[in-house]
T-cell receptor, first 109, second 113 residues
Framework: RKEVEQDPGPFNVPEGATVAFNCTYS??????FFWYRQDCRKEPKLLMS???SGNEDGRFTAQLNRASQYISLLIRDSKLSDSATYLC??????????FGAGTQVVVTP | DVKVTQSSRYLVKRTGEKVFLECVQD?????MFWYRQDPGLGLRLIYF???????EKGDIPEGYSVSREKKERFSLILESASTNQTSMYLC????????????FGQGTRLTVV
């Protein structure tokens, strides 16, 4: 079983709509969680950290559910520029970062 | 400005060759990583180093080794390159404390023929 699993998508989202997707992780001792964004042919970059109480960064909301071992990302008022692959990242131990395979989001006009 | 630099963007090697991929970071980070990225499989961790001369196997270490003699440099070695090692290789670094944000190099597209 993979340590971090994501729905690969693609999620086709009309501009202005809301999209949400989850990521599950297998290691209950995981300490910290992140969402990264990767554009085509580019390296991944941090989108936001995920805190236990949930957190927002503009149109992006991240949630953590430790009991069920999943994290989620919600994007409101989607923009064309939000089209990308979103990578779920889990810090399993000693700063070791495990990535999910990514969820592709395509925002259409 | 934060920087992780990989020595080559594109590399073509022959089967059986020994291949070195170099990565240098200028942020004094303790942690460094090597991943490979393949379509549909995402980033898979090859090796992780949490300090100089310290290393830990990731999910797919077979056919690879690493070297971390200095804090800023983390090398990935393909002992005898094979065609199934054709991939995009990404190096990253992060601090041991604080945000743990990982910063990536621009990637090396390796083709083994």
């Amino acid at each position: 079983r993979k340590e971090v699993e994501q729905d690969p998508g693609p999620f086709n989202v009309p501009e202005g709509a809301t999209v949400a997707f989850n990521c599950t992780y297998s290691n209950s001792a995981s300490q910290s969680f992140f969402w990264y964004r990767q554009d085509c042919r580019k390296e991944p970059k941090l989108l936001m950290s995920v805190y236990s109480s949930g957190n927002e960064d503009g149109r992006f909301t991240a949630q953590l559910n430790r009991a069920s071992q999943y994290i989620s990302l919600l994007i409101r008022d989607s923009k064309l520029s939000d089209s990308a692959t979103y990578l779920c990242v889990v810090n399993t131990s000693w700063g070791k970062l495990q990535f999910g395979a990514g969820t592709q989001v395509v925002v259409t006009p | 400005d934060v920087k992780v630099t990989q020595s080559s963007r594109y590399l073509v090697k022959r089967t059986g060759e020994k291949v070195f991929l170099e990565c240098v970071q200028d942020m004094d980070h303790e942690n460094m990583f090597w991943y490979r990225q393949d379509p549909g499989l995402g980033l898979r961790l090859i090796y992780f180093s949490y300090d100089v001369k310290m290393k830990e196997k990731g999910d797919i270490p077979e056919g690879y080794s690493v070297s971390r003699e200095k804090k800023e440099r983390f090398s990935l070695i393909l002992e005898s390159a094979s065609t199934n090692q054709t991939s995009m290789y990404l190096c990253a670094s992060s601090a041991k404390a604080g945000t743990l944000e990982a910063f990536f190099g621009q990637g090396t597209r390796l083709t083994v023929v």
